[in-house]
């Protein structure tokens, strides 16, 4: 169902950039089959798409079918993995301009995704006047931004409608057994949607994380799901034409042969937060120990005329991944002019799509020529069905990818360095020597 291309990184690989990586991609394989290699506790992600709890998966539907009906507006609360999935399949199925554009449900506002002060406000004002619910979304349940979120908007909801109507609009998605936000939950009679213990926040998008916003949205999750399905059953075979494989190889041997940036490419506007959901998966799994490849996202054509430049001619550090869609949603002709005071009649009659599909070979073919690698994944469309089968592939592929690296996949130490200092620097109760010390360094 999706197509993977690598015969424009030819050129930059090695002869032997696959077949010198097959024992290790096969023992990465197995590692994440059996979750016998590093990080193995959280490899309840790789069949997930088979082996999602079903139970579960019609509360998500039924709840997503009450919120739909009752609701105007959904505040889905949370950050990093507990966030970055579901919008990225919003916008990429339905549109970055969902909350202007949808017909028959609520609005989607993601909060507690950040501290800007603006920003709540921003929301806030938005739904207001509006009948709405909340999604809060955490499986610590202990992470400062979406819980201090939740704080302000559960306030609101008991305001606006009584702590016992208000507790029937709040859906808690969070950990099975333990943390601050199940307890809550709990105390408070919430209906609750599981974060699996052995799924991490940045493969979580597959689990109620993210189904249950992306439901109310109105997106198909019994398609996603199936396309998730249809990918795992291809890529965990193993195999030198499996795609996963190739994308974790030739990533590594380019990563090996100099290459520090990888840039992840779309021509959909709608494409841009599936970028960065795509860098939270690759830059938490791979960036560790010093290592990795940094991983950043551009739209074009609109960036040709920004980024563009760099990539063309600065410095030789990156190569691409073109995420492709082959099938348009409509058609718009380009209208003949018998002035062509534009010069623009020899495009005339053509659809805006061909003009599209030539910008992309044209640049592809400029970004090999200027020393930028070129990988390409194809998808038949932005349905539900292909979304999932992406999803999965950047996962797997990512997964794979780790192991080749040898750097543990599933932690990610790194994010608590700011956590602890913020928490020093606020005064929570445990860090008064820490606070000290920061405070007499700045
Ligand atoms: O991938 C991760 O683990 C992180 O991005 C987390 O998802 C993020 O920090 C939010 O954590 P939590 O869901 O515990 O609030």
């Given at each position: 169902m999706l197509k993977f291309d690598t015969s424009n990184a030819v050129p930059f690989l090695p002869e032997n950039w696959l077949t010198s990586r097959l024992d290790a991609l096969d023992s990465a394989r197995v590692k994440l089959e059996n979750g016998s290699g590093l990080g193995g506790d959280y490899t309840g992600w790789v069949h997930l798409p088979r082996d999602y709890d079903k139970e579960e998966f019609a509360r998500i539907q039924a709840a997503a079918e009450r919120i739909r009906k009752d609701s105007q507006a959904l505040v889905v609360i949370g950050i990093g993995g507990s966030y970055l999935g579901a919008r990225a399949v919003v916008e990429l199925v339905n549109s970055p301009n969902f909350n202007l554009t949808h017909k028959n449900g609520p609005a989607i506002y993601f909060a507690g995704n950040g501290l800007s002060t603006d920003a709540m406000l921003e929301v806030i004002d938005l739904i207001k006047d509006k009948d709405w619910s909340i999604n809060v979304i955490s499986k610590s349940g202990t992470t400062t931004e979406p819980a201090v979120a939740f704080r302000i908007f559960k306030n609101l909801l008991e305001e606006k409608y009584g702590k016992e109507e208000a507790r029937k609009r709040i859906y808690a998605t969070t950990d099975a057994h333990k943390g601050a936000l199940k307890g809550l939950a709990d105390a408070e009679g919430y209906e609750e949607f599981v974060v699996p213990d052995a799924v991490g926040g940045r493969y979580s998008v597959l689990t109620a994380v993210g189904l249950l916003p992306i439901a109310c949205a109105g997106v198909d999750i019994v398609e996603l799901m199936a396309g998730a399905e249809e990918a795992m059953t291809a890529l965990t075979a193993p195999g030198q034409d499996n795609p996963a494989w190739q994308y974790a190889a030739a990533r590594h041997a380019l990563y090996t042969a100099g290459k520090k940036v990888e840039i992840l490419v779309g021509y959909e506007p709608s494409f841009r937060f599936f970028g960065e959901w795509w860098k939270q998966l690759f830059g938490e799994t791979e960036g560790k120990e010093g290592k990795a490849l940094f991983p950043a996202s551009v739209e074009f054509t609109a960036d040709l005329h920004s980024m563009g430049q760099y990539i063309q001619?600065?410095?030789?550090l990156m190569l691409e991944t073109v995420v492709r869609f082959e099938k348009s949603r409509g058609s718009m002709e380009i209208p003949h002019d018998p002035d062509n005071v534009d010069g623009l009649n020899f495009l005339a009659g053509k659809d805006l799509s061909f003009v599209a599909e030539q910008a992309m070979r044209g640049t592809l073919l400029a970004h090999v020529d200027g020393g930028v690698p070129n990988l390409m994944v194809t998808a038949p469309g932005r349905d539900a069905r292909s979304v999932g089968a992406l999803i999965y592939f950047f996962e797997y592929a990512c997964g794979l990818s780790g192991y080749l690296l040898e750097i543990n996949p599933f932690d990610q130490p790194g994010v608590e360095a700011y956590k602890n200092n913020m928490y020093a620097l606020l005064g929570k109760p445990g860090y008064e020597d820490k606070k000290a010390e920061l405070e007499a360094r700045l």
């Open positions: 001619q600065g410095e030789r």
